[in-house]
């Protein structure tokens, strides 16, 4: 179904349709009730300046960078104010603009947006993170590196103090939620400072009652 | 915490572990009795011959592509069977063995596996489907060029029937769940014969309230 549609404002330069930014998300609340609990986080959650789309499978949020996190964090949070066990899955994508095509500009490059800033929730979390650096041709002077990019972005998460250990498939990170959905939205940043098509994948866990 | 731990036979050649092949899955049930619901999937699926370790944010499995996928779809359908709104995701890895080091080598390559074959389920599923080739130096004659390889998937897909449309940052599947997978791991295998590293994402979905 369609929840809501708001388009962003327009804007005078390139905006985060011309540089193909947003995210798809899916929040699992494991509880009967959890159809109140996700569509009551959604309607609490400021989608202004957003487009955001709900379907069976997955939540689609396009806007800046800033304001998409936000609203993931906003969402994400208020599912688990509850208490319940939750579980979230987060797919951050930037570069492709029309879907399946990319177009690379070096505007697109030069363009790639501050790392976002998340203020604290309150609820504690756990992520297995993921980022893929999509580059097939560098430019003068960086070769196309993924892991030199993904080495760089786990770096930055042992800096902000998310960083628990690296896991075949995936990085563990645990922090207060904003934390961690900072991390991993800073990861994506950084590297799509240097790579056009760049995605990040995040499993969030809250509230596991196998969580010490 | 870590639910169990049998390791695969010993290979004479290069095994799932050589070629870095695996996966990671959460699988949440949207039931106050998510836990028995899921434990019971859990304890029910063949895992013979598979390394699989619980954690509280996801599940990894590493063994022959074939029975990993067997695994996902077995506990994935077992957690549907009450009728309960199940969201499950997956990540499907090979090419980096050792979590974060990739070592390649064109033996890697060479043994490719075949495309998992999976009977049906009769749970009916519908996914967000995600195809990562990481080349950074192609080989002789084959410049890296990741959205050619994704979209030789998404045709793949169309074949096998399951494609229902791109979307923004990922490809809508539909049909029996064992179909799903077999997609989502038939574009992974795929791309492997020709990209050594190459993860593959989908969020599934099974009885959502919201699809008609």
Redesign the interface.
């Known amino acids: ?1 369609t929840a809501s549609t708001s388009p962003s404002a327009p804007s005078a330069g390139l905006d985060h349709r011309d540089l193909g930014i ?3 998300f ?1 929040v ?5 009730d ?2 109140g609990i996700i569509l009551g986080a959604l309607a609490e959650a400021d989608g202004a300046g957003l487009e955001v789309v ?5 939540t ?1 949020v ?1 806007g800046p960078e800033q304001r998409v996190l936000e609203y993931l964090r906003d969402v994400i949070a208020g599912a688990a104010r509850g208490g319940r ?1 939750v ?1 979230a ?1 987060v ?1 951050l ?1 930037r570069g ?1 603009p029309g ?4 177009a690379t500009t070096p505007e697109l490059l030069d363009r790639a947006a501050e790392v976002p800033v998340l203020a604290p929730t309150g609820v504690h979390a ?3 993170w ?1 980022l ?6 560098g430019r003068p002077g960086r ?5 030199r990019d ?2 760089a972005a ?1 770096d930055h998460a042992k800096e902000l103090g998310t960083y628990v250990r ?7 990170l645990a922090g207060d939620l904003a934390e961690v959905l900072a991390t991993v939205a800073a990861g994506w940043v950084l590297v799509g400072r240097g790579v056009q ?1 760049v ?1 990040s ?1 995040a ?3 809250i509230a ?4 010490a």
């Open positions: 179904m947003g995210a798809r899916t699992a609340v494991m509880a009967d959890y159809a709900t379907d069976p499978v997955s689609l396009r066990h579980s899955s797919l994508s492709c879907e399946v095509t990319c756990a992520a297995h993921s893929y650096p999509l580059d097939d041709t070769a196309p590196d993924h892991l993904i080495y786990i690296g896991e075949h498939y995936a990085t563990l098509h995605t994948h499993i969030v866990s596991s009652p196998t969580e």
